[in-house]
């Protein structure tokens, strides 16, 4: 079975400094994407990174960046230089292209000024 | 990036109403759009699977006679909670997906549906 894990249910980060969302997944697949999510208080989903398994090298989006550790199953996402409109719920998510995304519980992350 | 419009944004309605609830692909057609709910604090649970021109796919536990669902075109599906309760109220939240070149599909939110049953 699919399942994606995010063990940080909070995690708050001082501005402009740098955090780290941890994110592990379970699949017996070997092409699938990766995904990280924001849910602000808005609730509109926004994509903000997404990455192909068969690519070894990670993703990056501005501020944005992942540790894609395909053995470990692990799809940490980095966010450097924190700016308050980061502050949301981050979450991770996977699909193998033809099925639905699959949802980790979700990460609140909240920026101190 | 690719828009979708979920309308209503917001709606009250009294217990034993039915609801209808749209979700359209502005600029790319979707033969695929999916269904979520989330409850506060939680992660987004997958109610169905709407596929143009036939069938939905929903997911166990969800009632199909509850949650209709219609897609009938490639821009458009549609949720109607048929004889809402209390216990339905909840965000409801609609997805569409893009297909791109090498399978490299991207699905795309609306901004939700909070629904509340008085």
């Known amino acids: 079975a699919q399942t994606v894990t995010q063990s940080q249910p909070e995690m708050s980060v001082q501005e402009a400094e740098t955090v780290t969302l941890s994110c592990t997944y379970d699949?017996?697949?070997?092409?699938?994407?990766l995904f990280w999510y924001k849910q602000p208080p808005s609730r509109q989903m926004i994509l903000v990174i997404r990455?192909?398994?068969?690519?070894?090298q990670n993703a990056t989006e501005n501020r944005f960046s992942v540790n894609f550790q395909k053995a470990a199953k692990s799809f940490s996402l980095k966010i450097s230089d924190s700016q308050l409109g980061d502050a949301a719920m981050y979450f991770c998510?996977?699909?193998?292209?033809?099925?639905?995304?699959?949802f980790g519980t979700g990460t609140r992350l909240t920026v101190i000024p | 990036g690719a828009v979708v419009s979920q309308h209503p944004s917001r709606v009250i309605c009294k217990s034993g109403t039915s609801v209808k609830i749209e979700c359209r692909s502005l600029?790319?057609?979707?033969?695929?759009m999916f269904w979520y709910r989330q409850f506060p604090k939680q992660s987004l649970m997958l109610m169905a699977t709407?596929?143009?021109?036939?069938?939905?796919?929903?997911e166990q536990g969800v009632e199909k006679d509850k949650f209709l669902i219609n897609h009938a075109s490639l821009t458009l599906s549609t949720l109607t909670v048929t004889s809402a309760h209390p216990e339905d109220s909840s965000f409801y939240i609609c997805?569409?997906?893009?297909?791109?070149?090498?399978?490299?599909?991207?699905?795309?939110f609306g901004a939700g549906t909070r629904l509340s049953v008085l």
């Open positions: 709407s596929n143009e021109g036939s069938k939905a796919t929903y």
């Open positions: 998510a996977y699909h193998t292209g033809a099925n639905n995304l699959f």
């Open positions: 990455q192909e398994a068969y690519k070894q």
């Open positions: 699949t017996s697949e070997s092409d699938y994407y």
């Open positions: 997805s569409a997906r893009r297909q791109a070149r090498g399978g490299k599909n991207i699905q795309y």
């Open positions: 600029d790319f057609q979707a033969t695929t």
